[in-house]
């Protein structure tokens, strides 16, 4: 113990240099300059389990952007007893509450609620917490409520009429009704809207009923029975004609997929979305689990902000895939939001940190889809639908290679609660889309098929009408496979960038060995290691054999020698995407040349199709002649060009 005159030196003599250095100590990004506060963004307390949400609107008069609110929550106070409810609620103004039909006294700011019974909210049992409000949405675009005028000139018979339709994610909902607006919290919800009749309204979950009063206008009451988040709940309200893809004789028999579209433009509908049942019975199998919700709604909606929206049992999409297409056309979008019904819907990310749940999975269901659409269509080919799984994502590795440059600590991961504002982790450079979508190719790479998918239900299993995050998923998939992903999901899912990879092949006749070098040359300091990952080679012979060799990468620089039975023809590095790197390769033409013929896999080719395209030899433009000569894989060549140009160059 050293007496305290001499302490107090001792902590004054080694504070001093800390406190003279920190003028001279760059500008963390992770921290807010003006305030010192770090820009990490936490889930926000719930503070109470909402349990039921009853919301009334009356809408007058369509013609007009406003209508009035009658919400009732079902409460029950988590932990300890609470003073009063706080709710998000941007838009709506107040004029009344009550708790239990008891008025209630409530205070409302920007951006808030807060409602205050006499005796406030004692924990142990539920509570009714009425809210009454009016609603002025004409200058909502593309955040709760969208209002879409008459258009009374319009060629098109639905936009001669007014339309509504909802947008809430991520933390928009409660611009059209109070709410916790962040998905760490599911309720059941259920929607009563009256309005003029000769409109439909749709909404999550089951008509119960759609009568018309005294005044002829029609209320349409939808019940979501099953709990869901905030941001999913739903309302659209149109002049809609409608079609449904299901029946006993669809790909999925036993439930309603009802399409709403334009009028006019059915017969488009039907034939471009045709394969929605197949894909509900394909994402049913491979999850091995039932599509959760009581129909599967697609609702064509104009002025929409959005591609699609994945709202839970009604998906809301652009107006352009309402045009004229043909079967297939647009199945990139329904596969990716309808496979939010599972991720996102039915297990929600725990927080916007975790997106990648939802969107990499969706991006990943495009992937999915294509391969066994392309497989069952294409069965003289074999390789058919693997090709289409590659070009899905070949499509996310194009996008990351060509943007995705970041380092620690100036750009957030991929999984990082690091953001200013929640729209804007949907378009950061680790793209949760894009870069998502390659970490879970490269998990099935890894683990294998079986293991990924039965790691995949048992997520769904666990997790279902709940919540996840990604060292949830991380242990679902350790326990299943057997394997440490720990150092997997650290890399690949909680730092920013990708590898860079300069590969060099030499072949020693004395020896009869294969020389491989490994450059990292993406950024390495004391924040951003090199990246360690077992790289697989394939090798092909003369005589038409072939087999695999790998090396291990755990510094800048690796190197490795593999005495091989002979030189081999073909050297191809990372054929099937194992690791989410740009690789630039240097090998012989002869090489590259037995790629762009006979490569192991689509990227292999692709990417051998494009160094021949960089390459001034003759005998390279021989090759590629020859391909673009080929019916066969004439497409190849220009595929090259638009899918793998940045394979080849960092």
Same mark, same amino acid.
């Given at each position: ?231 999913? &709940? %739903?309302? $659209? ?6 079609? #449904? /893809?299901?029946?006993? *004789?669809? =790909? ?68 352009? &895939? %309402?045009? $004229? ?6 199945? #990139? /979008?329904?596969?990716? *939001?309808? =496979? ?311």
């Amino acid at each position: 113990m050293i007496p305290r005159p001499l302490a107090f030196l001792a902590c004054s003599f080694l504070l001093a240099p800390l406190a003279l250095g920190q003028t001279d100590q760059p500008k963390d990004p992770r921290i807010d300059a003006a305030t010192g506060r770090s820009k990490s963004v936490w889930p926000r307390s719930p503070r109470f389990d909402f349990v039921h949400m009853r919301l009334e609107l009356d809408i007058e008069d369509i013609s007009k952007a406003t209508l009035a609110g009658r919400q009732v929550l079902t409460v029950s106070p988590l932990g300890v007893d609470r003073p009063e409810l706080l709710l998000d609620c941007k838009g709506p103004v107040v004029t009344a509450a009550a708790v239990d039909g008891v008025p209630a006294a409530f205070e409302q700011s920007p951006g808030g609620l807060r409602v205050r019974p006499a005796g406030g909210f004692p924990v142990g049992r539920e509570y009714q917490v009425e809210v009454r409000y009016d609603l002025e949405y004409g200058g909502n675009k593309g955040e709760g409520l969208t209002y879409s005028p008459a258009e009374p000139d319009a060629k098109s018979e639905t936009r001669k009429f007014p339309q509504i339709h909802s947008q809430g994610e991520p933390e928009v909902n409660s611009r059209w009704f109070p709410c916790h607006d962040f998905p760490n919290e599911r309720l059941t919800t259920e929607l009563l809207v009256t309005v003029e009749d000769g409109y439909e309204v749709v909404s999550n979950g089951r008509l119960l009923d759609a009568s018309k009063g005294a005044d002829g206008r029609v209320t349409w009451h939808w019940l979501q029975d099953k709990p869901h988040t905030t941001y999913l &709940v %739903a309302l $659209a309200i149109a002049k809609f004609g409608v079609i #449904d /893809l299901g029946g006993p *004789e669809s =790909g999925r028999p036993g439930l309603s997929i009802p399409v709403y579209t334009p009028l006019g433009t059915e017969k488009n509908v039907r034939e471009s979305f045709a394969n929605t049942p197949t894909m509900i019975a394909l994402f049913e199998r491979l999850f091995d689990e039932p599509y959760p919700w009581d129909k599967y709604a697609q609702v064509i909606v104009r002025d929409f902000a959005a591609g699609g929206m994945e709202n839970t049992s009604a998906t809301f999409l652009m107006p352009g &895939v %309402a045009g $004229a297409a043909d079967r297939g056309d647009h199945d #990139d /979008l329904i596969s990716h *939001e309808l =496979g939010h019904q599972w991720f996102g819907d039915l297990v929600t990310c725990h927080g916007w940190a975790h997106l990648w749940l939802n969107e990499g999975w969706a991006s990943y269901c495009e992937a999915l889809w294509a391969e066994h659409y392309n497989r069952e269509g294409e069965p003289r080919k074999p390789d058919a639908g693997r090709d289409a799984y590659f070009r899905q994502i070949l499509q996310s590795i194009r996008g990351q290679r060509g943007r995705n440059r970041g380092t620690a600590p100036t750009q957030p991961a991929m999984v990082s609660n690091r953001y200013s504002d929640p729209d804007a982790v949907f378009s950061k450079a680790d793209d949760p889309y894009g870069k998502g979508c390659v970490v879970l190719h490269m998990l099935r790479e890894r683990v294998g098929d079986e293991a990924f998918f039965k790691a995949t239900a048992a997520c769904l299993d666990r997790f279902k009408f709940g919540y996840a995050e990604t060292d949830d998923f991380r242990r679902v998939f350790e326990e299943v496979s057997g394997q440490s992903l720990r150092r997997f999901f650290d890399q690949w899912c909680y730092r920013p960038g990708m590898a860079r990879l300069a590969v060099d092949l030499e072949w020693n006749d004395a020896t009869r060995a294969l020389g491989v070098t490994i450059e990292q040359t993406q950024r390495i300091d004391r924040l951003n290691p090199a990246y360690v990952f077992s790289l697989p080679i394939y090798l092909r012979y003369e005589d038409g054999t072939d087999e695999w060799i790998d090396l291990a990468v755990e510094s800048g620089t690796t190197t490795g020698s593999f005495s091989l039975k002979a030189k081999p023809s073909a050297v191809t590095v990372d054929p099937n995407i194992t690791v989410f790197a740009a690789t630039q390769t240097r090998k012989p033409l002869s090489m590259w040349i037995d790629d762009a013929l006979h490569g192991p896999t689509l990227p292999a080719r692709l990417a051998a199709i494009s160094a021949l395209r960089a390459s001034e030899d003759p005998e390279a433009s021989r090759v590629l002649g020859t391909l673009e000569a080929d019916g066969r894989t004439a497409g190849l060549v220009r595929e090259a060009t638009d899918l793998t140009s940045a394979m080849i160059r960092n």
